[in-house]
């Protein structure tokens, strides 16, 4: 067991943290380790580790998301794990592609006709007075919100 070890949270009880929040200048890899630590202790409640939004950065860095589940299992901390990421994956991003790719995920909107009718159909679910929905993450952010009893 690591020294910095985060115990897992219960994703029943709370969301993972925002898909915003950055490790190591990444967005998503907070969340995926929320996800992958509430997973390996059994309290993922309705999310999944992994899932395409993960598999994201897994993709960026092109790391495997079971392996990093791996590392997450021993007890490590997150910049441990980020550390574990940055020494294993094949590709190596420099601090400006990593700003880069940053941006593009944060500010990616729905691009597709199936995408576009998800983001209309979640807003009408969630609120259909709201306008301010316009990301992938602001989407992400409400829907964490409401499901924990927060007003949209």
Not at 53 to 80: N, R
Not at 86 to 99: F, G, Q, S, V, Y
Not at 109 to 133: C, G, H, P, Y
Request: charged letters at 30%.
């Amino acid at each position: 067991m690591s020294k910095t070890s985060i115990p897992a949270p219960d994703l029943s009880q709370r969301p993972p943290r925002s898909p915003r929040v950055r490790l190591g200048g990444f967005p998503i890899l907070p969340r995926a380790l929320d996800k992958g630590r509430a997973k390996a202790a059994g309290k993922a409640g309705e999310y999944h580790y992994n899932c395409p939004l993960d598999q994201s950065f897994f993709d960026f860095v092109q790391v495997d998301g079971g392996a990093v589940l791996k590392e997450i299992k021993k007890g490590k901390g997150d910049w441990e794990i980020l550390e574990w990421i940055l020494a294993n994956a094949k590709r190596k991003p420099t601090p400006w592609e990593i700003d880069q790719w940053a941006s593009f995920v944060e500010t990616r909107t729905f691009d597709t006709v199936q995408s576009k009718e998800r983001i209309l159909n979640e807003t009408k679910r969630l609120n259909a007075n709201r306008s301010d929905l316009l990301t992938r993450f602001d989407l992400l952010d409400l829907d964490d919100h409401v499901t924990f009893g927060g007003k949209a």
